[in-house]
Nanobody
Framework: QVQLVESGGGLVQAGGSLRLSCAAS????????MGWFRQAPGKEREFVAA????????YYTDSAKGRFTISRDNTKNTVSLQMNSLKPEDTAVYYC???????????????????WGQGTQVTVSS
């Protein structure tokens, strides 16, 4: 079955950086888009970033633009999220997910994703 395992979360001070990674197995990784979502306490899960199956296109929520970078390595079946200039409002559980179809209509919609990881906690202190 498809498995997604996130790593790299932790506690960091505001202005610091973290790099999240997600290792995928059980599916042809290079055939599907990948995304990162996050969920803060008491809030709904929200889109953060996504990348096309080929890596040629990336998508970001407005709050992530200029601070976060999503990348993928199709030879290693991994997707990463480099997060710089972190803010306390970035505190959340971060999830990676893989799209249901090769070319989803809307990379920002959680319904376009078929499989999810268990999440990794990111805490940014002020």
């Amino acid at each position: 079955q498809v498995q997604l395992v996130e790593s790299g979360g932790g506690l960091v001070q505001a202005g610091g950086s973290l790099r999240l990674s997600c290792a995928a197995s059980g599916r042809t990784f290079s055939s599907y888009g990948m995304g990162w979502f996050r969920q803060a306490p008491g809030k709904e899960r929200e889109f953060v970033a996504a990348i096309k199956w080929s890596g040629s296109n990336t998508y970001y929520t407005d709050s992530a633009k200029g601070r976060f970078t999503i990348s993928r390595d199709n030879t290693k079946n991994t997707v990463s999220l480099q997060m710089n200039s972190l803010k306390p409002e970035d505190t959340a559980v971060y999830y990676c997910a893989t799209t249901r179809y090769r070319n989803p209509y809307d990379y920002t919609a959680s319904t376009e994703y078929a499989y999810w990881g268990q999440g990794t906690q990111v805490t940014v202190s002020s």
